[in-house]
C-alpha cells in the first residue's frame, strides 16, 4: 500500500516539476504538417513533378555544342598524277586541328506540347497524392489525440475513486477506533484502495504511452512531455445528403483516380501527335587546319565556314502505334470503372460511417443517462452507509457501478467522436 502511493506521489510530483505545456489540437495539426515524415516526402515528390515542367528540360530551349580535337600521323605516301609527275614522302609527320559550334532547335513538335501538358497534369496528381498523405497523417493525429484524451478522463475518473475510497478507509479506521466498526471494513477498504491505485497506475502508464504514439503521429520525439485540451463535443450540424454530396467533390481518393484518367486520355493524343512531323533547325561554324610534312602536294590548309540546315522528320507508318491505342483506351476504360466503383463504395462508406455515427450518439445519451443514475444510486447509498443502514460492501458496489459507468461514458465520447472524424474523413473535410 505504501509502494503504491509512494509512486502515485512521485508521478504526480514529476508532471508538476516538468510544468507541462498543453498542446491543442489545432497545434498538433500544425506540427504535423511541419514534421511528418510522410508529408515530408509528399512535398518533395510534388517538387519533382514541378521541376520537370519546366521548359527547359522538356526541348524547349536550343542545345549548343562545341567540338574541337588535334590529330597528327608518322610515315609516308607516294602519289602519280596524270602528267607523269610524281610526289613522295617518307618518315614525315602531318598534324592538323578542327573546331566547330553546333546549335540545335526543334521547330516543332505536337508530341512534345503535349508531353509537357501531361507533366503539368501530373504535378497536379502529385499535389493530390500530397493532400492525401496530409489527410491521413491528420486523422491519425486525430485518433491519437481523442485516444489520449479518453485515457487523461479515465485518469480523473480513477483519481476521484481513490479520493473517495481513502475517505471510506478514514470511516473504517475512525469507526473502528470508537467500537462502531469491525476490522474486517478496515481491511475490505485497504484492498479497494490497493486496488484503484493499481488501476490509476495503469491508467497513467497508458496516458504516458498515449502520448508517445501521439509525438509519433507528429512527427516529432517520443518523449516529449506536454498536457492536452480535452475537446469531445459533437458538431450538431452534419447532414448526410450534404456529406454525400461534398463527398463526390472533394474525396481525395475520387480527385486522384479522376486526375489519372486524366492523364491517360492525355496518352492518346500523344499517340495521335506522333502522326506529325517534327521540324528542327541548326546551325554550325566549324575550322579546319593541316600542316603536312615538306615534299606533299599541299603544304597546309585551312578552312572555315557557317552552315545552317532545316530537317523534316515525319514517322509516316509505325505498326506499334494501333496496338497502343488499343491498349491506352483499355486503360481508360479500366480507371473510368474504377471511378464508378469508388463512387459506390464511398457512399456505402459515408451511409455506414454515418449510421455508426447516429448510433454512437444514441449510446453516448444513454451513458450520460447511466452516469447521472449511478451517480445519484452513489450518493444516496453513501449517505445511508453514514448512517448504519447499508455495509461498505454495498457502498463499494455502488462506487464501482459509478466507475463503470464514467468509464463507459468516457468510451462513448470517444466513440462518438472518431465516428464524426471519420465522416469528416471521408469527404476531405479534415483540413
Same mark, same amino acid.
Given at each position: 500500500?505504501? %509502494?503504491i502511493?509512494?509512486a502515485?506521489f512521485f508521478?504526480f510530483?514529476?508532471n508538476i516539476i %516538468?510544468?507541462q505545456?498543453?498542446?491543442? #489540437?489545432e ?5 504535423t504538417l511541419?514534421?511528418n ?7 518533395n515528390?510534388? !517538387?519533382?513533378?514541378e521541376n520537370?515542367?519546366?521548359?527547359s528540360?522538356?526541348?524547349?530551349l536550343?542545345t549548343?555544342s562545341?567540338l574541337?580535337g588535334?590529330?597528327?600521323n608518322?610515315?609516308?605516301a ?22 566547330? =559550334? ?14 509537357? $501538358?501531361?507533366?503539368?497534369e501530373? #504535378?497536379?496528381?502529385s499535389?493530390?497524392?500530397?493532400r492525401?498523405?496530409i489527410?491521413?497523417?491528420?486523422l491519425?493525429v ?6 489520449l484524451?479518453?485515457?487523461k478522463?479515465? =485518469? ?5 475513486a ?10 473504517a ?6 467500537? !462502531? ?10 484492498v479497494?484502495?490497493?486496488r $484503484?491505485?493499481?488501476?490509476l497506475l ?12 501521439? %509525438?509519433?503521429?507528429?512527427g516529432?520525439l517520443?518523449n ?9 463535443a459533437?458538431?450538431?450540424?452534419l447532414?448526410?445528403d ?5 463527398a463526390?467533390? %472533394?474525396?481525395?481518393n475520387?480527385?486522384?483516380?479522376r486526375?489519372s484518367?486524366a492523364?491517360?486520355?492525355m ?11 517534327v ?9 579546319n587546319?593541316s600542316d ?7 603544304d !597546309?590548309?585551312n578552312?572555315?565556314g ?11 507508318f509505325?505498326g ?5 491505342k488499343?491498349?491506352?483506351?483499355l486503360n481508360l ?6 471511378? $464508378? ?7 456505402r462508406?459515408?451511409t455506414?460511417?454515418?449510421s ?11 451513458e450520460?443517462?447511466?452516469v ?6 452513489f450518493?444516496?447509498t453513501e ?13 463499494r ?9 464514467q468509464?463507459?461514458?468516457n ?6 467522436? #472518431?465516428?464524426?472524424?471519420?465522416l ?8
Amino acid at each position: 500500500m505504501k %509502494n503504491i502511493l509512494v509512486a502515485l506521489f512521485f508521478l504526480f510530483a514529476l508532471n508538476i516539476i %516538468n510544468g507541462q505545456s498543453v498542446l491543442s #489540437l489545432e497545434e498538433a495539426k500544425r506540427i504535423t504538417l511541419e514534421n511528418n515524415f510522410g508529408i515530408k516526402i509528399a512535398k518533395n515528390n510534388v !517538387q519533382l513533378a514541378e521541376n520537370q515542367t519546366d521548359r527547359s528540360v522538356n526541348g524547349y530551349l536550343p542545345t549548343v555544342s562545341a567540338l574541337g580535337g588535334l590529330n597528327g600521323n608518322f610515315g609516308g605516301a607516294v602519289q602519280r598524277f596524270n602528267n607523269g609527275q610524281e610526289a613522295s614522302t617518307s618518315n614525315a609527320f602531318n598534324w592538323g586541328a578542327n573546331a566547330s =559550334v553546333q546549335a540545335d532547335y526543334t521547330l516543332f513538335d505536337k508530341r512534345r506540347d503535349l508531353t509537357l $501538358d501531361q507533366l503539368k497534369e501530373n #504535378l497536379a496528381l502529385s499535389n493530390l497524392q500530397l493532400r492525401q498523405s496530409i489527410e491521413q497523417s491528420i486523422l491519425q493525429v486525430y485518433n491519437a489525440y481523442y485516444q489520449l484524451a479518453l485515457q487523461k478522463e479515465n =485518469v480523473e475518473v480513477l483519481q476521484e475513486a481513490i479520493a473517495v475510497s481513502r475517505e471510506r478507509l478514514r470511516r473504517a479506521k475512525y469507526a473502528l477506533e470508537y467500537g !462502531q466498526g469491525t476490522g474486517l471494513e478496515v481491511l475490505n477498504a485497504e484492498v479497494d484502495i490497493k486496488r $484503484d491505485s493499481v488501476n490509476l497506475l495503469n491508467a497513467l502508464l497508458r496516458v504516458d504511452n498515449g502520448k508517445r504514439d501521439l %509525438n509519433v503521429a507528429m512527427g516529432r520525439l517520443s518523449n516529449e512531455d506536454y498536457d492536452i485540451q480535452v475537446e469531445t463535443a459533437i458538431d450538431p450540424s452534419l447532414d448526410v445528403d450534404k456529406l454525400i454530396a461534398d463527398a463526390k467533390e %472533394n474525396n481525395v481518393n475520387l480527385q486522384i483516380n479522376r486526375q489519372s484518367l486524366a492523364l491517360n486520355e492525355m496518352d492518346l493524343n500523344i499517340i495521335e501527335a506522333e502522326k506529325k512531323p517534327v521540324i528542327s533547325a541548326g546551325a554550325n561554324y566549324g575550322f579546319n587546319f593541316s600542316d603536312n610534312a615538306s615534299g606533299s602536294f599541299i603544304d !597546309q590548309s585551312n578552312s572555315r565556314g557557317l552552315s545552317a540546315n532545316v530537317s523534316v522528320l515525319w514517322n509516316i507508318f509505325d505498326g506499334s502505334r494501333d496496338v497502343r491505342k488499343q491498349n491506352t483506351a483499355l486503360n481508360l476504360s479500366n480507371l473510368r470503372l474504377q471511378n $464508378d466503383r469508388l463512387e459506390q463504395e464511398l457512399q456505402r462508406d459515408i451511409t455506414n460511417a454515418w449510421s455508426n455515427y447516429q448510433n454512437a450518439i444514441y449510446i453516448l445519451g444513454v451513458e450520460e443517462s447511466a452516469v447521472t443514475t449511478n451517480q445519484e444510486n452513489f450518493t444516496r447509498t453513501e449517505e445511508q452507509v453514514k448512517v448504519g443502514r447499508l455495509s461498505s460492501l454495498e457502498f463499494r458496489q455502488a462506487q464501482l457501478n459509478l466507475l463503470n459507468a464514467q468509464t463507459s461514458l468516457n468510451n462513448a465520447k470517444l466513440n462518438a467522436k #472518431l465516428a464524426e472524424v471519420q465522416l469528416l474523413a471521408l469527404v476531405g473535410g479534415l483540413l
